[in-house]
């Protein structure tokens, strides 16, 4: 069995979206009972498992699998759980369209960079897997290029395609470099911008992608009502986008959401392309669920208390105002609070981040959510990545572990690279030389106060300031 992505490997990484705990989440917000627990994930077309193995790792009790097409990826990812020990996982170098019924049923399938790249008949048969092995109240992750900002791609895509014949090797870099030939010669202002904003595009990406996407064979975008449609007919409809933005604040004014809706007529897939239509967007990660199921689009407050709540934010200041100034220990962005009651949430937040609370137990009076700005200032907060929507907590640590241990995974990568994963199913990237170092002996054996001695020149200051980014990152665990 051959494939393009043994010939030229496609990066892999972790995609929080994809994490079964952010699909449950999601689907309590919109009033389904997802499962959660122990559970049964099933990746298409998993590379090297990076996105999977991750997720195994965090939830022993969980069981994972995952299939590609290509044989080189999966040995790579093959070698990865076999090295951490992991018995909860298994990779498969299988083609969709012999899918075996003894793989059973999975209460999670997630197709990251799958719909898009595979003939229509393929998708079908994705489709017929889903119908066949996603459990009652399931959750499925779909992520594909979509219309009307994907036309602009196709054009790019085609004229890179009808490049004069040359190397294989340097494909990429010839189409690249015709599409500029092409763009010189245009004169039509329009055009000219729409080609700009490829080049541009393209020039930010990896070869070894561009050579997946661009020059790959099969090519599907969908308008998303299209690709809801197909879901449809294999008796799936409509849940939510797998990112919070989307999924609750479209980031259009809310003058433009009111009229959409007036004009779709509550039709939700009608004023979710309508919204395409106004952003030009160009891609999706749409969570798909049973048609059966009783989605509740108007009640994700009350649904919101279901939940658990994380958020990397800490107070910076106390204004004379009597507002307060909270940043993002995560990475960019801060916010303001003269809202007391939320104060209070991110304050109680602020001591246990990485971990989470349960939101109901945060609040003076659960009840009253709906008619209070502390509703719309949470969720305000989540979806610009300032507060985190959970059902249960991944296994990080906090700084009063005796012997720091980092994540087995994060431990193996620092022999090998500066990007590690962590425990929150994200990646870091450290491109100093002490960090790495400082990671692999992170394995439990040693208490913080002995670490020192064993990198030369280090202070333990150093090493505590280290740690205590290492912890907020959740790079470290219980």
Known sequence: MSSTYDQ???????????????????ATLHGLTPPTGPCRVLEV?????????????ADPASHFVGFDLATRPIEAGQAVVHALGLSNIEL??????????????????????????????????????????LSPHG?????????????????????????????????????KHFLSTIRRFVTDPLWQA????????????????????????????FYVADFVALAARHGFQYLAEGLLRPALRPNVPPE?????????????VTFQQYLDFVTYRGFRRTLLCRSNLPIQRNAINE??????????????????????????????????SNNPFLSAVLHRLETVWPRSLPLAELLPDPSAIAETPTFDQLISLAVNNLLFLRHTDPPVASPTKTNPTANPLARLQAASGTLFTTMLHTQVRFEDDFSPK????????????????????????????????????GLMIA
Not at 45 to 57: E, K, Q, R, V
Not at 194 to 210: F, Q, W, Y
Not at 441 to 470: H, M, V
């Open 8 to 26: 030229v490997l496609y990066p892999s990484l972790a995609f929080s979206e994809t994490h079964p705990d952010n699909l449950a989440a999601l």
């Open 45 to 57: 077309g998993c590379g090297d498992a990076s996105n999977l193995i991750p997720m195994a790792l």
């Open 92 to 133: 498969h170098t299988l083609d969709i369209l012999e899918f075996p019924p003894s793989f059973g049923n999975f209460d999670y399938i997630i197709a990251h960079g799958f719909c898009t790249w595979v003939p229509a008949f393929v998708l079908e048969k994705f489709f017929a897997v889903c119908q066949s092995h």
């Open 139 to 175: 959750v499925i992750f779909a992520s594909y290029n979509t219309h009307p900002q994907a036309h602009a791609r196709e054009a790019s895509r085609q004229i890179m395609h009808a490049q004069p014949p040359g190397p294989e090797a340097s494909r990429v870099t010839d189409g």
């Open 194 to 221: 729409t080609l700009d904003s490829e080049i541009k595009r393209l020039g930010a990406r990896p070869d070894s992608v561009t050579f997946h996407d661009e020059l790959g064979g099969a090519y599907n975008c």
């Open 256 to 268: 433009t959401i009111a009229e959409l809706r007036a004009l779709s007529q509550g039709d939700e």
């Open 303 to 336: 649904n919101l208390l279901k939940l658990r709540v994380a958020s990397p934010l800490y107070r910076v200041s106390q204004n004379p105002s009597g507002s307060e100034t909270f940043r993002n220990g995560g990475g960019p962005g801060q916010m303001e």
């Open 438 to 473: 400082l990671i692999a002996l992170l394995d439990g054996t040693r208490p913080a106060s002995a670490l020192a001695p064993l990198l030369n020149g280090t202070t333990p200051t150093l090493i505590a300031t280290a740690l205590q980014s290492f912890y907020r990152v």
